[in-house]
């Protein structure tokens, strides 16, 4: 399976993710970081939405899909157990905050971002969803660590 210049599941997958961080964006409009490390902070965004483009657009890749029906199926259901579990967490999270519901929610994004680029054979997914891991974890541990 190939996709278009745009991957329909990708977006979708990145959508579903970011309505919950936008709830609880518009919810805590006073949301202050413990964490000083400048380096950590833009790693972190780096990898972010380079991990957010990738999984939309075909960019540095010659052939966008799947390599068998093994690696789309492991895509399409490893995905969406993984997104169900994001958003479990995340009714959880907005009942009551914890280092590790905090912490489940900053692995989980790059479990998803790392499995998309693994099974579409996506280098550079893969490249941008270990910074955005790196940054996303580190950040998350620092903001939560009592």
């Known amino acids: 399976m ?3 210049p745009i991957n329909i599941f990708g977006s979708i997958i990145v959508i579903i993710m970011l309505i919950p961080n936008i709830i609880y964006g518009l919810r805590s409009k006073n949301i202050q970081t413990k964490n000083k490390n400048k380096i950590m902070n833009i790693i972190e965004q780096i990898g972010r939405y380079a991990s957010m483009t990738l999984m939309v657009l075909p960019l540095f890749v010659w052939k966008f899909g799947f390599s068998n029906v093994f690696m789309m199926l492991v895509y399409i259901f490893g995905n969406g157990i993984l997104l169900m579990t994001y958003w479990i967490v995340w009714i959880f999270y907005f009942k009551r905050h914890t280092y590790s519901r905090a912490m489940t929610l900053a692995i989980v994004p790059t479990i998803i971002f790392l499995l998309s680029g693994l099974t579409l054979s996506h280098c550079a ?3 941008a969803a270990v910074l955005f891991g790196v940054g996303h974890i580190y950040v998350t541990h620092q ?4």
Do not use: S
């Open 143 to 146: 903001n939560n660590k009592k």
């Open 2 to 4: 190939e996709f278009n």
């Open 125 to 127: 997914l893969v490249v």
